[in-house]
């Protein structure tokens, strides 16, 4: 089907897949609260063929346009719930904590279609992996709530050394704001609120800029079920809402996902900057390296999936592919025929491809094209179609050069850049050079040689992925990256660590003390 072909009319759109306008019409900073001022609209990259044959963005809804003064109510309501440590939810034990969060995840499951649905809609994701999304979010809420248990469990337990008796226990920090991206707008959300809650921490949380309907049913339910001001929800220009809960200076915890550019920028409005906590997962410029030994057919299938799964708009997305001379041709050839066939579709088409998130990064991703061309670089699949508004064919460029803004921007789109390299030292080097660090993949079937390049990888980014593509999960896993890329390590147990501290208790080992000890601790 002709890419223009794949533009239909609403009334074309299969029945269950079809959507309602949505128009939130309240925010939750302390209670939920009625919304009567302006509003942002909810625009969806889908586009949609209108009456007069013309193609638009399908208009999902709207939501409140949040700005300084709501977010001061907020951050006031988190204040109060937090109370310097004293408020209700910081006292709970984490144990009390975690019987309200298993109540709200049990409230959140019969969501899943609704919710997925508006991920479809919102963000462009094919509709299967919007149910992914929803299924991967509750898993790892309730496998936060469980290591979180036996993490306390763990710290808990008497210690004696050096003649010192004690235990630890995880403490809230205070305040925190939580940031999440467009991509993943439930799930990147979500993950960073419950290990925030179940630390005891309150929480301000800024709806992403795409997908922000997904949390329309999310909102009675936080209010319903968690202590005033536990959780406050702003939506709204973040340009406007971030800086001025920076400024105040009672922001404690910081989780975000972006840029570094935009990283910076809010770590620089904070006044005491010493005493924030940042959880900063930043972007990524993630390399396959394919060596002459790759078992071909694998590899290929895996930078596939690697560069294009939800059209490469992952931090942890193939967003470069270094090939040496020796192999260059027969791999190009196989990527290009595994590429032929993949063309962008509507999202409840269950395909690989689907349209990207705006026309204006559709722009920028063409920018980036027309510049690698301009500078010597090749479009190998030249016969691709040309794009349509935000339905982007994957491109294929050739003949790469670290002159070119491809070679170091992240383009967080369907365009993989292939290097050609000589060794697998210059290989290696690409990587030292890089100011990104997050992951790479790298392809090989000499146990000896891989070995070697984890080794030596290791100092330059955060993970590596042996004969496989890039990713985040298994969430057990440390997420992590060095340089540009990150700041801070989450998992599933690391995040809990992330928004707590540990308190110790302890006394010297003098007889009466010790006694007075055991007392202490048989009164719990």
């Given amino acids: 089907m002709e890419l223009d072909q794949q533009i239909i009319a609403r009334g074309e759109i299969p029945r269950q897949f079809r959507y309602e306008e949505t128009h939130i019409r309240e925010i939750l900073v302390g209670g939920r609260l009625r919304w009567m001022g302006d509003t942002m609209p909810a625009l969806s990259p889908v586009p949609l063929r209108r009456h007069d ?29 937090w109370d310097d440590g004293d408020g209700v939810w910081p006292r709970m034990s984490l144990e009390e904590r975690a019987g309200v969060l298993y109540a709200l995840l049990e409230r959140i499951r019969p969501l899943r279609e609704p919710v997925a649905m508006h991920i479809m809609w919102g963000v462009g994701k094919a509709y299967t992996e919007a149910l992914g999304e929803f299924d991967r979010t509750l898993e790892y809420a309730n496998e936060t709530i469980v290591a979180g248990l036996e993490l306390q469990h763990r710290l808990r337990q008497e210690v004696s050394i050096q003649q010192v008796t004690g235990r630890t226990e995880l403490q809230p920090i205070g305040v925190a704001l939580c940031v999440g991206p467009y991509n993943y707008p439930f799930y990147e959300t979500i993950t ?8 005891g921490n309150t929480v301000i949380m800024k709806a992403p800029p795409r997908g922000e309907l997904v949390y329309t049913s999310l909102l009675p339910l936080f209010d319903e079920l968690l202590p005033p001001g536990v959780v406050n929800v702003l939506f709204g220009d973040s340009s406007t809402i971030l800086p001025a809960l920076m400024r105040s200076g009672h922001i404690d915890v910081l989780a975000f996902i972006g840029t570094s550019r935009v990283a910076d920028s809010i770590l620089a409005e904070h006044p005491q900057p010493h005493r924030l906590h940042p959880i900063l997962g930043l972007e990524a410029k993630n390399s396959a390296i394919v060596l002459p030994d790759a078992p071909m057919k694998l590899t290929i299938a895996e930078c596939v999936k690697g560069a294009l799964a939800f059209n490469g708009q992952r931090c942890a997305a193939i967003k470069s592919i270094v090939v040496q001379k020796d192999i260059e041709a027969e791999f190009l050839e196989g990527l290009r025929e ?54 982007y064919p994957p491109a294929i460029l050739t003949e790469v050069t670290a002159a070119m803004r491809i070679s170091r ?54 993970r590596i992925n042996i004969n ?24 599933i147990e690391d995040a809990l660590l992330r928004f707590s501290i540990a308190a110790v208790t302890a006394t010297p080992e003098i007889d009466d003390n010790l006694v007075l000890w055991k007392e202490m601790m048989n009164e719990e």
């Fill in 338 to 391: 595994a590429v032929a066939g993949l063309q962008p579709s509507m999202p409840w088409n269950d395909t690989r491809l689907t349209p990207i998130i705006s026309a204006e990064h559709a722009e920028y991703l063409d920018d980036l094209l027309h510049d690698a061309v301009k500078n010597g670089a090749v479009l190998l699949n030249d016969d691709r179609p040309e794009r349509i508004m935000t339905l």
């Fill in 53 to 81: 044959g013309a193609a638009s963005y399908a208009m999902l809804g709207s939501s409140p346009a949040c700005g300084e003064v709501e977010a001061r109510v907020a951050l006031d309501a988190a204040l109060e719930a």
């Fill in 192 to 199: 960073n609120i419950f290990p925030a809650l179940l630390t």
């Fill in 409 to 462: 921007e992240e383009q967080f789109g369907p365009i993989i850049p292939v290097l050609r390299v000589e060794s697998t030292e210059e290989a290696i080097a690409t990587l030292k050079q890089s100011r990104f660090g997050q992951q790479l993949s790298v392809f090989s079937s000499s146990p000896s040689l891989l070995r070697e390049i984890a080794r030596d990888t290791a100092r330059y980014v955060g």
């Fill in 468 to 491: 496989g593509k890039c990713q985040r999960g298994p969430d057990h896993f440390p997420f992590t990256g060095r340089r540009d890329s990150a700041l801070a390590t989450v998992s």
